[in-house]
């Protein structure tokens, strides 16, 4: 060899190495661009035709929603002109309906507060840096509720009862779901770790109650619950429609997120129930401590996704005569005043955004958190 010399069977340069030139950039969004879009000729034509694709369905939106689109009127007549894209008009008028359904026009105030308060509860909560979070878990998962039922329902503190078969569009929509969520959330807890328990009877029962609830589609169980569930209370009593909805709800979503949290469980490494159980912890300390934790964080896309999953099924409890956006909505279109071509589609359309937004933003957050505790165990 020339420029390598071999000394105990390794070899040493003797002389420099001949200069190269440097590395091409490896970061940034055109390294990025050449390695995922544009890395082959496969790559570059399946990327201008995913280009073309969303092109063509933003200018359809676009052209519908905007361009198109009767921005003013009093009836569908000025959305029935040849080539009328999106009728605004008629979601201005039906838009309070949409959003309170046929709650008593002068009581709005009572579901706009508890919107609010929604918020208010929310948002800090979902922040990690805002302090006091034990007092706002309780302000969201007890006050916010108790104050809710009341503001809604009336009856008390000098406010008109109202039932709930005038509950309708969004804030039933988000009553059925965000129930369906807190409720069933805790719910898959207990029968995930019930299914791993050692006592026979424990697994058993909750094996055979993941299986049933799994094993039947929700539409069967809204129908269970309206018609049902009647049958098991004593003579007499009688069991809000809605009630037996959310009930339905959370039963059906608490077996699919028991699945989900089981998985995490199995993912835990059997070092970290020793270690815990070397420390002297009892069975509910080592769960909510040390194990639960873990488990959750490494589950986090599959809970979403299950809460993602129920929002966009709260629609049908329509089926049960539960008016909800969407059913508000498919009622909206039976108007005579604002029947034209569009309506339809402009009413479907509103639904799309609405449930796009939401979903979207539970999605996104979901991520967020993934990043800010690391479950995804990059190496």
Excluded at 147 to 167: C, K, N, P, Q, Y
Excluded at 244 to 262: C, M
Excluded at 320 to 337: K, R, T, Y
Aim: net charge positive; glycine share 10%; aromatic share 14%.
């Amino acid at each position: 060899m020339t420029d390598a010399t071999q000394h105990s069977g390794a070899y040493v340069r003797e002389t420099l190495a001949e200069a190269r030139e440097a590395p091409g950039r490896f970061f940034g969004p055109i390294a990025w661009m050449r390695q995922h879009l544009f890395g082959s000729v496969i790559d570059t034509l399946l990327t201008f035709l995913g280009v073309a694709i969303i092109a063509w369905l933003a200018w359809q939106v676009i052209d519908f929603a905007f361009l198109r689109a009767v921005w003013t009127g009093e009836n569908g007549e000025v959305c029935r002109k040849e080539g009328a894209g999106a009728c605004w008009p008629y979601v201005e008028a039906y838009w309070k309906q949409f959003v309170y359904g046929r709650y008593p026009i002068e009581e709005r105030w009572r579901p706009t507060l508890v919107f609010a308060l929604f918020a208010a509860t929310l948002v800090p909560l979902a922040i990690p840096s805002v302090p006091y979070k034990r007092l706002n878990v309780f302000l969201f998962l007890v006050a916010f509720p108790v104050v809710s039922f009341f503001l809604l329902t009336g009856g008390v503190f000098g406010l008109v009862e109202v039932e709930t078969t005038v509950w309708g569009g969004l804030l039933v929509t988000l009553i059925v779901a965000l129930t369906g969520i807190v409720c069933s959330l805790p719910f898959g807890i207990l029968l995930a770790l019930g299914r791993r328990s050692k006592l026979p009877i424990i697994r058993i029962l909750c094996i055979v109650f993941i299986e049933f609830w799994r094993g039947v589609p929700l539409i069967t169980v809204l129908f269970m619950a309206s018609n049902m569930l009647p049958l098991f209370m004593p003579a007499g009593m009688e069991v809000d429609k809605l009630l037996r909805a959310l009930i339905g709800v959370a039963l059906f979503t608490g077996a699919y997120l028991a699945e989900t949290i089981r998985g995490g469980l199995q993912a835990i490494p059997k070092g970290q129930y020793e270690g815990a159980m070397a420390l002297g912890l009892g069975y509910w300390q080592m769960m909510g401590l040390i194990v639960m934790p873990q488990a959750l964080k490494m589950v986090i896309p599959g809970i979403v996704n299950s809460f993602i999953s129920l929002f966009k099924d709260t629609t049908l409890v329509l089926i049960v005569s539960l008016f909800d956006l969407l059913g508000m909505i498919q009622a909206s279109l039976a108007d005579p005043i604002w029947i034209s071509p569009v309506t339809g589609k402009t009413g479907y359309f509103v639904a799309a955004v609405t449930f796009w937004v939401f979903c979207f933003g539970m999605s996104r957050y979901s991520q967020w958190m993934e990043r800010r505790l690391a479950t995804g165990h990059k190496r």
